[in-house]
């Protein structure tokens, strides 16, 4: 997510390719995520180590737990809690994220580690918004050019991408 999720349903300036992978197994996808890189915005703005824990609930609805800390990896540390549900296809990689009240912000798992679900690329309906996740505070080389190639071919900029510090 990942992560602070408020992402807004603006409109693109350019076309990008915000196909979603075709399955998701949301059981396989729950648990912990470090943000390898993002597109800066204001609601992570000088955050580093960078995190999201994903729960599944009994009634289907999906606890997403944000952390990170302001400034360097000794900053104070933040937390925000809310809430995801998964979009019409159940199959298909398309969440909506909450962390206000009852608004919902698209989460569109773009590309995903289909075997062992160790990366995702998640966007949403604009070309403002991009994170690189991983399982571990690091990437496999081969995973992140595979993810970076992916990037351009969909039509979003690899020169906007923040790199986030993590341990």
Same mark, same amino acid.
């Given at each position: 997510m990942g992560v602070f999720l408020a992402l807004s349903?603006?409109?693109?300036?350019?076309?990008?390719?915000?196909?979603t992978v075709p399955n998701l197994d949301?059981?396989?996808?729950?648990?912990?995520?470090?943000?390898i890189a993002r597109y800066q915005h204001s609601f992570e703005k000088d955050l580093e180590g960078v995190q999201a824990?994903?729960?599944l609930q009994d009634n289907g609805m999906i606890k997403v737990e944000n952390s990170g800390y302001?400034?360097? *990896?000794?900053?104070?540390?933040?937390?925000?809690?809310?809430?995801a549900r998964q979009k019409k296809d159940a199959s298909a990689?398309? *969440?909506?994220?909450?962390?206000?009240?009852?608004?919902?912000s698209d989460y569109?798992?773009?590309e995903l580690d289909t075997v062992n679900y160790n990366y995702a690329l998640v966007g949403s309906s604009s070309d403002k918004?991009?994170?690189?996740?991983?399982?571990t505070p690091q990437m496999k080389p081969e995973d992140l050019d595979f993810l970076l190639t992916r990037i351009a071919?969909?039509?979003?900029?690899?020169?906007?991408?923040?790199?986030?510090?993590?341990?």
């Open positions: 349903g603006c409109s693109t300036s350019h076309h990008i390719d915000e196909t949301v059981n396989r996808y729950m648990g912990r995520w470090y943000e824990f994903y729960t302001k400034d360097s *990896l000794g900053g104070k540390y933040k937390e925000i809690v809310g809430k990689g398309e *969440l909506e994220v909450s962390f206000f009240l009852f608004f919902y569109k798992i773009l918004y991009l994170w690189i996740l991983s399982r071919e969909r039509g979003y900029s690899v020169d906007n991408l923040y790199w986030v510090n993590q341990p």
